[in-house]
Nanobody, 124 residues
Framework: VQLVESGGGLVQTGGSLRLTCAAS????????MGWFRQAPERAREFVAA????????HYADTVKGRFTISRDDDKNTVYLQMNELKHEDTAVYYC??????????????????WGEGTQVTVSS
């Protein structure tokens, strides 16, 4: 599965952005979709994930209540709505995919496919 992110950019503290990830395939090949991020000189970290048909979501504590993950299976697309952005949210955001048919997504070891990433910069 190929993943292509879009929607990154520069925003001021307190602002909002919506990231989009388009998958080349759908169905069972996008069993769990998610987002990770990597800030400069830091390890890549989990942000959010959403299960098949959007029945279940979970978030990193650092973004809970500010970010919302959703998916449109008709379009093979997953979104990350980011509100109340903070300077510490600055990072390259990566779309991630886990194929059918078990498990979830909490760490890099749960991921089968990665996008190229999109830069999000929050100015303080």
């Amino acid at each position: 599965v190929q993943l292509v992110e879009s929607g990154g950019g520069l925003v001021q503290t307190g602002g909002s952005l919506r990231l989009t990830c388009a998958a080349s395939e759908g169905g069972s090949n996008t069993y769990v979709m998610g987002w990770f991020r990597q800030a400069p000189e830091r390890a890549r970290e989990f942000v959010a994930a959403i299960s098949w048909s959007g029945k279940s979501t979970h978030y990193a504590d650092t973004v809970k209540g500010r970010f919302t993950i959703s998916r449109d299976d008709d379009k093979n697309t997953v979104y990350l709505q980011m509100n109340e952005l903070k300077h510490e949210d600055t990072a390259v955001y990566y779309c991630a995919n886990r194929e059918c048919c078990s498990g979830s997504m909490y760490s890099e070891s749960d991921v089968h496919s990665w996008g190229e990433g999109t830069q999000v910069t929050v100015s303080s």
